[in-house]
């Protein structure tokens, strides 16, 4: 991964991050070389073919599964809602139940509430005040019409990781699908959906230095849901429409690169992050850690400075790219669902930044960000 530009210090990879140079070069070749179509029985459709089931299978491998049980989409996005909208027959929405949480993504929690719309009964949990999830809050809520259990891996806005593997062994237990969001902790965490015990996960290929545009569900093998987008018989007949060859080829090159240098990058990331907030912790009076302090991804790093908006605070640090809150939502004033969920008080969930690592950050920006923080909240505390 290149080094950013030195004028310029990005800590915002949980909205989106640089595509891997991996990546660039195999979508550079699809786009100059491979036009085929994959479902054409010539040479050239032949080698797009393997191009996309190559795809496949590094996304298999980095998640676990098997390459039957990887279907890619067009994002994080449609992946949740292929997976929320189809084990539903909304044609008797009634005899439906899905259980999901208050901090999931808004492509989990709006179509829960289009579904809870048509009649579909939607159940859903509150969580602590670091934003995860109780089990035991799960298997209450199940109910003789429970269809899904939707409970996201990693929070986009704290990091919070919620106890999947234990809410797995309930829905098993109650033999209920059951999905997870992983598009924030995929190539940030090890991920493998046995060990999670998971039947249906989605992944986002922007957020692990994949581009835009293309994501994927895995679907648990014998599960069937019905199609988003009815057509031909792509993508095992549950994806209909030609394949991206160019955007899947990026996000297999991407998980590929993930796999590899999965360790390295947790260690040096996370030392990064800790560095980042022993230096603000030490310096910013009143500052709060948002989210749980150890069990949580281990670049994101999201404070709250009391009675300061956290808008007031970017807006006077130019060079410095960073969030106040979900990136789908960040120009919005108002108090993020999820700090909401987890009472945070509006005082302090105004102040909250959200400050999101990634492979181009090394420790000198960590320094100068630091400094950069500390001395515009002393400057707004002194004006």
Same mark, same amino acid.
């Given at each position: 991964m290149?080094?950013?530009? &030195?004028?310029?210090?990005?800590? =915002?990879?949980?909205?989106?991050?640089?595509?891997?140079?991996?990546?660039?070069?195999?979508? !550079?070749?699809?786009?100059?070389d491979?036009?085929?179509?994959p479902?054409?029985?010539?040479?050239?459709?032949l080698r797009?073919k393997?191009?996309?089931? !190559?795809?496949?299978?590094?996304?298999?491998?980095l998640?676990?599964?098997?390459?039957?049980?990887?279907?890619?989409?067009s *994002?994080?996005?449609?992946?949740? @809602?292929m997976? #929320?909208?189809?084990?539903?027959?909304?044609?008797?929405?009634? &005899?439906y139940?899905?259980?999901?949480?208050?901090v999931?993504?808004?492509?989990?929690l709006?179509?829960s509430l289009?579904?809870?719309?048509?009649?579909?009964?939607?159940?859903i949990?509150?969580?602590?005040?670091?934003?995860?999830?109780?089990?035991?809050?799960?298997?209450k809520?199940?109910?003789?019409?429970?269809?899904?259990?939707?409970i996201?891996l990693? @929070? %986009?806005?704290? $990091?919070?990781l919620?106890p999947?593997?234990?809410?797995?062994?309930?829905?098993?237990r109650? %033999?209920i699908?059951?999905?997870?969001?992983a598009a924030?902790?995929i190539?940030?965490i090890?991920v493998?959906v046995?060990?999670l015990?998971?039947?249906?996960?989605?992944i986002?290929g922007?957020? +692990?230095?994949g581009p835009k545009?293309?994501g994927?569900?895995?679907?648990?093998?014998? +599960?069937?849901?019905?199609?988003?987008?009815?057509?031909?018989?792509?993508?095992?007949?549950?994806?209909? *429409?030609t394949?991206?060859?160019? #955007?899947?080829?990026g996000?297999g090159a991407a998980? $590929?690169?993930?796999?590899?240098?999965?360790?390295q990058d947790?260690?040096?990331?996370?030392?990064?992050r800790?560095? #980042?907030?022993?230096?603000?912790f030490?310096?910013?009076?009143?500052i709060i850690l948002?989210?749980?302090?150890?069990e949580?991804?281990p670049?994101?790093l @999201?404070?709250?400075?009391?009675n300061?908006?956290? /808008?007031?605070?970017?807006?006077?640090?130019?060079s #410095?790219? /960073?969030s106040?809150?979900?990136?789908?939502?960040?120009?919005?004033?108002?108090?993020?669902?999820v700090?909401?969920?987890?009472?945070?008080?509006?005082?302090? *969930?105004?102040g909250?930044?959200r400050?999101?690592?990634?492979?181009?950050?090394?420790?000198?920006?960590? =320094?100068?960000? /630091?400094?950069?923080?500390?001395?515009?909240?002393?400057?707004?505390? *002194?004006?």
């Amino acid at each position: 991964m290149q080094k950013q530009d &030195k004028t310029f210090i990005y800590l =915002d990879h949980n909205a989106t991050t640089p595509i891997d140079p991996a990546a660039v070069e195999v979508m !550079t070749r699809c786009i100059r070389d491979e036009f085929g179509n994959p479902s054409s029985a010539y040479p050239l459709g032949l080698r797009a073919k393997e191009i996309v089931d !190559t795809a496949r299978q590094y996304v298999a491998s980095l998640i676990g599964c098997k390459r039957s049980e990887v279907v890619f989409t067009s *994002g994080g996005s449609e992946s949740n @809602n292929m997976a #929320l909208k189809g084990l539903i027959d909304l044609r008797e929405p009634s &005899k439906y139940h899905i259980i999901t949480s208050a901090v999931e993504h808004p492509s989990v929690l709006n179509p829960s509430l289009y579904l809870m719309e048509l009649g579909v009964g939607v159940t859903i949990l509150p969580v602590d005040c670091y934003g995860r999830v109780s089990p035991d809050d799960v298997e209450k809520a199940i109910t003789p019409e429970t269809c899904l259990v939707s409970i996201m891996l990693a @929070n %986009n806005e704290t $990091g919070t990781l919620n106890p999947v593997k234990e809410i797995s062994r309930i829905t098993r237990r109650y %033999n209920i699908p059951f999905h997870t969001d992983a598009a924030q902790a995929i190539g940030k965490i090890a991920v493998n959906v046995k060990e999670l015990g998971v039947d249906l996960l989605s992944i986002a290929g922007h957020k +692990l230095y994949g581009p835009k545009g293309v994501g994927a569900l895995f679907i648990r093998e014998g +599960l069937t849901l019905t199609p988003l987008i009815h057509g031909a018989g792509q993508e095992f007949g549950k994806r209909a *429409g030609t394949e991206n060859v160019i #955007l899947t080829a990026g996000l297999g090159a991407a998980c $590929g690169v993930a796999k590899q240098r999965l360790q390295q990058d947790i260690a040096a990331i996370k030392a990064l992050r800790d560095r #980042l907030q022993e230096l603000l912790f030490k310096d910013i009076k009143g500052i709060i850690l948002n989210g749980h302090p150890e069990e949580r991804l281990p670049n994101t790093l @999201n404070i709250s400075v009391p009675n300061i908006e956290g /808008a007031m605070i970017l807006e006077g640090l130019p060079s #410095l790219a /960073a969030s106040t809150g979900a990136a789908c939502h960040d120009r919005s004033v108002r108090l993020s669902h999820v700090l909401s969920a987890m009472n945070v008080p509006p005082e302090a *969930g105004m102040g909250a930044l959200r400050l999101s690592l990634g492979r181009g950050n090394d420790m000198h920006q960590i =320094d100068e960000v /630091a400094k950069l923080l500390i001395n515009r909240v002393k400057e707004i505390r *002194g004006s």
